[in-house]
Each structure stands twice: as C-alpha cells, then as structure tokens.
C-alpha cells in the first residue's frame, strides 16, 4: 500500500499466524503496528448436504437429510431458477428432481437464515 507521504506493508514477521503492519514515513521512520487478535474462533464449516442418488433421474425423487427447517432451490448452469420451495421440519426429505436432464446446483440455506451451501447434481 502506497500514500503521498508513506509506504506501508503487512506481513507476519513474528510468524505467530497473525500479520502485522509496518509503515515508512516520508521522513525516513518506520513506525511497526503489531498484529494481535482477540476472540477469534477458526469457522466450523457444516457439510453439505448428501444426496442419493446422484446422478438423479430427471423427473424423479432424491432424498436428502435436512437437520432444521431449510429452503431449497434448484439451479441451472447459468444461475437460472429452475424451482425452489420450503421444508418446514427437520426430515429426511424426498425432493423432486428436474424434469430436463443436465447439470444443476441445488442451495440449501436454513429458514432461520444462515450459510448457503451449494451442491452438484447430475440429473439424467
């Protein structure tokens, strides 16, 4: 990063996973910045959902397992709605597949709000 008057840079020069900051000035200091960190937590990511069977058969059912109430929406390869809908309850769900056979995605986000997880499926 460059200003008028300073150049600065970020790198973990410490090597404690955490970067930090150092910044020279016009008139020839550097001032360091260290980096610290408070309350940070690594992400869970959640898995995404399974799906049986895949390749699916266009017009026919996949089952999924869903753990709480999820909306559900089908993709094609151009990011084109093809259909979604609600499930309202943790269930193992029979969700019917596309009627054209090809490549879509399927989302799955929970009701309450939350991560978006996108998974491939054949439909033949």
Same mark, same amino acid.
């Given at each position: 990063? #460059?200003?008028? #008057?300073?150049?600065?840079?970020? *790198?973990?020069?410490?090597?404690?996973?955490?970067?930090?900051?150092?910044?020279?000035?016009?008139?020839?200091?550097? #001032? !360091?910045?260290?980096?610290?960190?408070?309350?940070?937590?690594?992400?869970?990511?959640?898995?995404?959902?399974?799906?049986?069977?895949?390749?699916? #058969?266009?017009? *026919?059912?996949?089952?999924?397992?869903? %753990? %709480?109430?999820?909306?559900?929406? !089908?993709?094609?390869?151009?990011?084109?709605?093809?259909?979604?809908?609600?499930?309202?309850?943790?269930?193992?769900?029979?969700?019917?597949?596309?009627?054209?056979?090809?490549?879509?995605?399927?989302?799955?986000?929970?009701?309450?709000?939350?991560?978006?997880?996108?998974?491939?499926?054949?439909?033949?």
């Amino acid at each position: 990063m #460059r200003g008028l #008057r300073s150049s600065g840079t970020l *790198g973990d020069a410490n090597a404690d996973g955490i970067p930090e900051l150092v910044v020279g000035i016009q008139n020839g200091g550097l #001032r !360091w910045f260290s980096g610290t960190a408070v309350g940070i937590a690594s992400p869970v990511q959640p898995m995404p959902p399974v799906i049986a069977p895949n390749p699916a #058969r266009a017009g *026919g059912f996949i089952c999924l397992e869903l %753990q %709480q109430p999820t909306r559900l929406e !089908w993709l094609d390869l151009r990011g084109r709605s093809v259909f979604a809908l609600g499930v309202q309850q943790a269930v193992t769900a029979s969700l019917p597949a596309p009627k054209t056979p090809g490549l879509y995605l399927l989302t799955t986000q929970p009701a309450a709000g939350g991560m978006i997880q996108t998974v491939r499926v054949v439909v033949q």
